[in-house]
């Protein structure tokens, strides 16, 4: 899935002049600012990264956040590290909104648990089904099921994590090979 929405965030770049700009470099931070060279501000984005205590600052039009990593960073591994998404958002100590929940998607997880119960009758499996075994269904769509009520139905990543983690590596890649 986070390759599908990785090639949405190249095409929506793709559709604008957005080039990185070297604002700031030295041994402690680092402040490039990504945008349409011809001035939209629509998904322009800065960032800002305090290599020496591992902190990437995002600010702009689509949105705020701030990843911590507790120690020293290079922007070349940084680049790196927020290649995984779900790593990218556990390192989130605050975010404008890392989910989204729309109806449709918990619709369609809905329908997934019920084609999943479906096939699992006709299989038999309900027969003679014991309480650990549903408990184990039920934890394959949420761990904590008991607790969170099947909070994670619908849940999806926001497709602002990819333009900001697009936005980032494909801006450091182009600084860097202005550099050699």
């Known amino acids: ?92 100590q605050c975010t404008s909104n890392k989910y989204t929940y729309d109806y449709r998607d918990v619709k369609e997880d809905l329908e997934d648990i019920k084609q999943e119960y479906i096939k699992a009758v006709r299989d038999g499996a309900f027969e003679n089904i014991d309480e650990e075994e549903l408990e184990n269904i039920m934890e394959k769509y949420d761990p904590n099921w008991f607790e969170s009520g099947f909070g994670s139905l619908g849940k999806r990543i926001d497709k602002r994590i990819y333009l900001w983690t697009y936005g980032f590596q494909e801006g450091v890649g182009r600084l860097r090979s202005r550099d050699c």
């Open 1 to 92: 899935m986070d390759e599908k929405w990785k090639e949405w965030a190249k095409d929506v770049f793709g559709r604008y002049d957005f080039d990185a700009t070297l604002l700031f470099e030295d041994e402690d931070f680092f402040i490039m600012d990504w945008k349409d060279k011809n001035g939209c501000g629509e998904y322009a984005t800065r960032y800002i990264v305090d290599k020496q205590k591992g902190d990437l600052i995002i600010k702009g039009d689509c949105g705020d956040c701030i990843a911590s990593w507790y120690n020293p960073v290079t922007v070349e591994k940084l680049a790196h590290y927020i290649n995984s998404t779900g790593y990218f958002i556990g390192k989130m």
